[in-house]
């Protein structure tokens, strides 16, 4: 599918076990951004990522870990999820020399119990 | 740190108003963005300006640099409109990080 996709759209993990979140987009963007949003905090940027293998902590980047081996996929991992961690998270993607205008996908929506 | 407000935290207006949501920012910025949410979650950009005025069919953005402001109005205002509305300033090296507002909910009723 072209665009900017995440899988899965849901997630029911226990604390302690490790999650991967997928997000992939097909427009060769060189920016991709990791956000969670909460109730009460809107959007944070957790990781982004200016090109392959370059990655940068955000705003909240603890408990995460990021990779980037191919421009298209840029995975999230939670190494052993918390409660704290229950959220919905917002990949998106931005194109040109400079980020710009970007594009968010669908979102995951991850449970921790 | 940047601090974003936005104003109203919600908003229900009749179909056919004239509506206006704001935005302020506490620290100069690089560019602004304006994003909306829909019920269902997705979240699409609307526009990123860093000066003047952008306009797309009935959406305006507005942007005062100096008073560290900007506008986002909705004339002729239509049930479909119905959404959380967000406000994000690009500031850091690059422009890539953004801090957000926590959003206007807006509710147009026929």
């Known amino acids: 599918d072209a665009g900017i996709t995440q899988s899965p759209r849901y997630k029911i993990t226990e604390t302690g076990r490790q999650v991967t979140l997928m997000c992939h987009q097909t427009?060769?963007?060189?920016?991709m951004f990791w956000y969670r949003q909460d109730l009460g905090h809107g959007l944070r940027l957790i990781y982004y990522s200016a090109a392959a293998d370059i990655t940068d902590k955000g705003e909240v980047p603890d408990g995460y870990v990021v990779s980037r081996s191919k421009t298209e996929n840029f995975p999230l991992t939670l190494e052993s999820a918390t409660r704290s961690q229950t959220s919905v998270y917002f990949c998106a993607s931005s194109g040109g020399a400079l980020p710009g205008e970007q594009y968010f996908g669908p979102g995951t929506r991850l449970t921790v119990t | 740190k940047n601090e974003v407000e936005q104003s109203p935290q919600n908003l229900t207006a009749q179909e056919g108003e004239f509506i206006t949501i704001n935005c302020s920012y506490s620290v100069g910025i690089s560019a602004l963005h304006w994003l909306q949410q829909h019920p269902g979650g997705g979240i699409v950009s609307l526009f990123m300006?860093?000066?003047g005025k952008k306009k797309h069919g009935r959406l305006i953005a507005t942007i005062n640099i100096q008073e560290k402001h900007s506008s986002l109005h909705i004339t002729a205002s239509h049930p479909r409109d119905s959404a959380v509305y967000i406000c994000?300033?690009?500031?850091?090296?690059?422009?890539?990080?953004?801090?957000f507002g926590k959003g206007t909910k807006l509710s147009v009723i026929p």
């Open positions: 427009w060769s963007h060189s920016y």
């Open positions: 300006l860093s000066s």
């Open positions: 994000a300033a690009a500031s850091g090296a690059g422009s890539y990080q953004l801090t």
